[in-house]
């Protein structure tokens, strides 16, 4: 295990601070947990720690304080950040109509030493590696810490936007070894130092932060061909919500409708239209940060790609450290538990399916509405075998009125030990709640709804009891898929919206589903039945 330590150099930051606030900080004696201070205009300033918000002073900020921590830090870049010399802290600038500055956030810089060792092995691997999570986890702290262990085996070059890894001034900060810097004039202008530092210093290393512009991944794609291993990070939380970011699913390989030919759909057992990576991932490995020490990661992001668009996600790595400090890695089970996240893309593209259960998962998506069967199954003298279900989250008199519905033995208990199968909510399964995690111990098949609704629950107690389908004419459905996968990619290469042919509503459900599932916002106009989906970008 690692010994953490931590240098913060809080006393450069409480120096350019107004006096008045910079004690109040000291006062509030909790620098440890200290993420960033807030000034603006006209408002009381505020303390964020890790553990939550704090009001410093009764007194509003003033133009004077604004004034003289300005005039005590470096110049403002074109993404109106700036620093203070040798140190990791960032000041950032809000600025009103006139260029004047009426806010600032003073966020604290830390250069954390041991907090890469829970990674180190997929780092020193040569694979690159793409590291995801919201502000203020702890990306950068993670990506410098990596900079300077590879420096101390190779040529490791940083391409510093904001100086947020290396730090602000001429010298690096010592947190990142012997790793080289190359800072960029303009955030604009990051794709472009990118190529500089493969082209004109020879780096077998290139680290880079907030990858969030399409030539930025273009870039690093370039890079990544020609052999330098690539450790970045990007704008995202997990791999689902980076594959559909237009932008950016390049890094992972990106995704596409393809139509199969007739032969090839059948051998499949699929529709002509699925979605399909597009290309080789730039980046190999990908993690996300889902708390400050505990990592999802996903080995092979080829293959973690693959089977999303396939509907059958493979379930993550989980790395955590305790409270003495110990790492712990769960290695995933040979069979995924549950299907949660992007798997309802892949689902809009197909009906159904009349398959056995067994020991799946599946996720739930609202896009097409199918109805059951007039008379269901056990009307018509079929014997269906009662299944005992535990929701967790699911909301049980719509689970009750759905199986009445249907007409389906659906037994409902009040203890998990009880259950063939458990349902719950998406929001429940990503948090890994302790009654997810011990489902998953006995072998449960796990069920994912997207949401809380009795459209779902009743497709998802039609595909548990196998009921047949009266899906809506096949040819029909592809060619309408298709219209609309080519509407959404004129209007992803500049055309301000496209008109789709008059639908059903069912059809519709789906435009709109596929529409999101890019981003992009789309509207239903007219009157039956001649009502239509328009799409467009806001």
Same mark, same amino acid.
């Given at each position: 295990?690692? !010994? ?16 008045? &606030? *910079?004690?109040? @900080? ?45 005039s005590r830090i470096g110049e403002f870049d074109a993404d109106n950040r700036a620093g203070l010399e040798r140190t990791l802290h960032r000041i950032s600038a809000i600025r009103n109509r006139r260029g004047h500055i @009426? ?31 919201? /502000? ?5 702290? #993670? ?46 202008? =990051? ?5 500089? *530092? ?7 290393? &290139? ?11 273009? *870039? ?57 990576? $597009? ?28 089977? +999303? ?22 290695? /995933?089970?040979? !069979?995924?538990?549950? $299907? ?5 893309? !892949? ?20 896009? $097409? ?21 535990? /929701? %967790? ?6 689970? =009750? ?7 389906? /033995? *659906? ?17 429940? %399964? ?6 997810? +995690? ?8 796990? %069920? @994912? ?31 309408? #898929? ?13 055309? $301000? %919206? ?15 589903? #596929?529409?999101?599932?890019? !981003? ?19």
């Amino acid at each position: 295990m690692t !010994q953490r330590r931590i240098t913060d150099d809080l006393h450069v930051l409480m120096g350019v601070l107004p006096p008045r &606030i *910079a004690e109040a @900080v000291q006062k509030a004696n909790n620098s440890d947990q200290l993420l960033e201070i807030v000034m603006d205009l006209g408002r009381k300033p505020v303390a964020r720690f890790t553990n939550g918000d704090l009001t410093l002073l009764e007194e509003e900020v003033t133009h004077d304080d604004l004034d003289f921590t300005v005039s005590r830090i470096g110049e403002f870049d074109a993404d109106n950040r700036a620093g203070l010399e040798r140190t990791l802290h960032r000041i950032s600038a809000i600025r009103n109509r006139r260029g004047h500055i @009426v806010g600032l956030t003073c966020r604290v810089g830390r250069a954390v030493y041991g907090t890469i060792d829970i990674i180190q092995d997929l780092i020193e691997s040569g694979k690159s590696v793409l590291i995801l999570g919201r /502000p203020g986890i702890g990306k950068t702290t #993670m990506l410098r810490e990596a900079a300077r262990i590879l420096a101390e085996k190779k040529r490791v070059v940083i391409v510093d936007t904001s100086n947020e890894i290396g730090g602000d001034g001429d010298v690096p900060h010592p947190a990142v070894g012997a790793a080289r810097r190359m800072q960029v004039p303009k955030p604009s202008l =990051q794709h472009e130092v990118m190529i500089e *530092a493969v082209e004109n210093h020879n780096p077998e290393v &290139i680290v880079i932060d907030e990858i969030g512009r399409e030539l930025e991944a273009a *870039a690093a794609r370039t890079i990544a061909e020609r052999g330098v291993q690539l450790i970045g990070t990007a704008h995202g939380r997990t791999l689902e919500n980076l594959l559909l970011n237009p932008t950016l699913s390049d890094l992972v390989g990106g995704i596409e409708a393809v139509t199969l030919s007739d032969e090839e759909a059948r051998r499949r057992g699929t529709q002509k239209t699925v979605l399909e990576r $597009r290309a080789p991932p730039t980046f190999d490995v990908l993690i996300e940060i889902q708390e400050r020490d505990r990592l999802a990661i996903h080995p092979d992001v080829a293959a973690a790609v693959d089977a +999303l668009v396939r509907n059958n996600p493979l379930p993550p790595e989980i790395r955590y450290r305790d409270a003495e400090g110990n790492i712990h890695v769960e290695k /995933p089970p040979a !069979q995924p538990a549950a $299907r949660n996240g992007y798997g309802a893309m !892949q689902a809009g593209f197909r009906r159904l399916m009349n398959e056995p259960t067994g020991a799946r998962s599946t996720e739930m998506t609202p896009g $097409r509405r199918e109805e059951p069967e007039s008379e269901p199954r056990s009307m018509r003298g079929e014997r269906l075998q009662p299944i005992r279900i535990y /929701p %967790y989250g699911v909301a049980r008199n719509r689970l =009750q009125q759905s199986a009445k519905r249907l007409g389906v /033995p *659906a037994l409902i208990v009040r203890a998990l030990e009880e259950a063939d199968v458990l349902i719950t909510l998406r929001a429940y %399964y990503r948090s890994r709640q302790q009654t997810i +995690l011990e489902a998953e111990q006995r072998g449960m098949p796990i %069920y @994912v709804l997207r949401a809380n609704t009795n459209t779902q629950i009743e497709q998802l107690l039609a595909e548990l009891f196998n009921l047949s389908m009266q899906p809506e004419d096949g040819d029909e459905w592809e060619e309408t #898929m298709a219209q609309t996968q080519a509407a959404i990619q004129m209007v992803m290469n500049g055309e $301000r %919206y496209v008109d789709l042919a008059p639908a059903s509503a069912a059809i519709r459900r789906m435009q709109h589903e #596929m529409a999101r599932q890019y !981003q992009l916002t789309s509207h239903s106009y007219g009157k039956e039945p001649n009502r239509r989906v328009r799409i467009y970008r806001e």
